[in-house]
């Protein structure tokens, strides 16, 4: 799944979790992460019913297996509300991304890189409910934690400086917005390699702001390149690539 190709991924996890079934029970922890996998793969390519099918069932399983302040329940609240963030309902979204967060705090403690985590999914889904001070201080804090504990050269960090730019974006701090995107993107580059198709958030925000400061050519060009490596990867109907095609057409008339 790492490598973008979420349909082979979705069969060997269906394979998988067919054999844990019958050889375990339906009802093993096992089925459960297996069922969190395909939730996960879902999400990433669209196909969001299925994928809030698979996580209800993980979480049913471990909240039946081990209560429901384990930290395994963390794990699927933080994926459901970043389901949610994916469907744009972040209202929805929002009691599954801070229910993630107090069950790993509880466990863990501030300073752990997985609350660092939790932290930055919340704030993603205040953002779309336009709770930008508190977005902003959890994404500072979850850049402070990621650097801390993996280095500057790691996806968490570059992921946590894209959406810090978003809020600042939000905000109006245009340039300090623009040195995170790039910063995000271009370390999301060395990390993943140039043709992943997760790198389409971190284009699509530098292609918003640019295209704002009247760059027009370049933001094409980088809705363009978003474009290709969403194609094939992601369901024709996806909300990321329906926001990319539309905001290319937009600027078309530019």
Not at 179 to 195: N, V
Not at 218 to 234: F, N, P, T
Request: hydrophobic share 45%; proline share 2%; with cysteine.
């Amino acid at each position: 799944m790492a490598l973008g190709d979420y349909e082979r991924a979705r069969a060997v996890f269906r394979d998988t979790l067919a054999d844990a079934e019958r050889t375990l029970g339906a009802a093993d922890l096992d089925c459960a992460s297996l069922h969190n996998d395909l939730g996960m793969v879902g999400k990433y390519d669209g196909r969001f019913d299925d994928a809030a099918a698979h996580y209800a069932r993980a979480l049913a399983i471990i909240e039946a297996e081990r209560g429901s302040a384990d930290v395994a329940v963390a794990d699927v609240e933080h994926n459901l509300g970043g389901l949610g963030h994916a469907r744009g309902d972040f209202a929805a979204a929002e009691p599954h991304a801070r229910r993630a967060v107090a069950i790993r705090r509880a466990a863990l403690g501030d300073a752990h890189p997985t609350v660092a985590a939790d932290r930055a999914a919340l704030a993603g889904v205040l953002v779309g409910l336009g709770q930008l001070e508190e977005a902003e201080h959890h994404l500072w804090a979850a850049v402070d934690t990621f650097a801390r504990a993996f280095g500057e050269e790691h996806l968490e960090v570059a992921t946590a400086r894209t959406s810090l730019g978003a809020v600042l974006h939000s905000q109006g701090r245009l340039d300090e917005a623009e040195a995170l995107y790039r910063q995000g993107l271009t370390a999301r580059e060395r990390i993943a390699g140039r043709d992943h198709p997760e790198l389409t958030t971190p284009l699509m925000n530098l292609a918003a702001l640019i295209a704002a400061r009247g760059a027009v050519d370049e933001a094409r060009a980088l809705y363009r390149r978003a474009l290709q490596l969403l194609d094939g990867a992601v369901t024709g109907d996806h909300p990321r690539r329906t926001a990319c095609r539309d905001r290319l057409a937009q600027l078309a008339t530019a």
